[in-house]
């Protein structure tokens, strides 16, 4: 259901850009704002109705932990781009511990 409302939703989105440029309801410089906001919302929600099997296996397979730490450190790029300096390298280093704590949790196999 929430698919077909992405894709209802796109197509509003693109018959509402075509209308506008067809007819000029606003003039000045607002129309053009108005079309161009119009498509890129269309274009948007049309790329996530095509990829919502894949995002929504994706929710499935991550980890709250994960999402939360992705969207912090979303959040602190967006306010402190400069932060990437040291938030990347720690990334990495945290990918890197969680990688070796599973490796090394792992009974050896037995033939």
Do not use: D, K, N
Not at 38 to 47: F, K, N, Q, V
Not at 50 to 76: D, W
Not at 84 to 107: D, E, M, N, Q
């Amino acid at each position: 259901m929430r698919r077909h409302l992405l894709g209802l939703f796109a197509l509003l989105f693109f018959l509402t850009a075509g209308v506008m440029s067809w007819w000029q309801p606003v003039g000045g410089v607002q129309r053009p704002v108005m079309i161009s906001v119009s498509l890129r919302l269309g274009t948007m929600l049309a790329a996530i109705w095509l990829a919502y099997p894949q995002l929504e296996s994706l929710a499935h397979r991550i980890s709250r932990t994960a999402l939360g730490v992705g969207l912090a450190t979303l959040a602190v790029l967006v306010l402190r781009p400069r932060a990437a300096l040291w938030i990347i390298p720690l990334l990495g280093l945290l990918a890197c511990l969680t990688w070796l704590r599973r490796f090394l949790s792992t009974p050896p196999r037995r033939p």
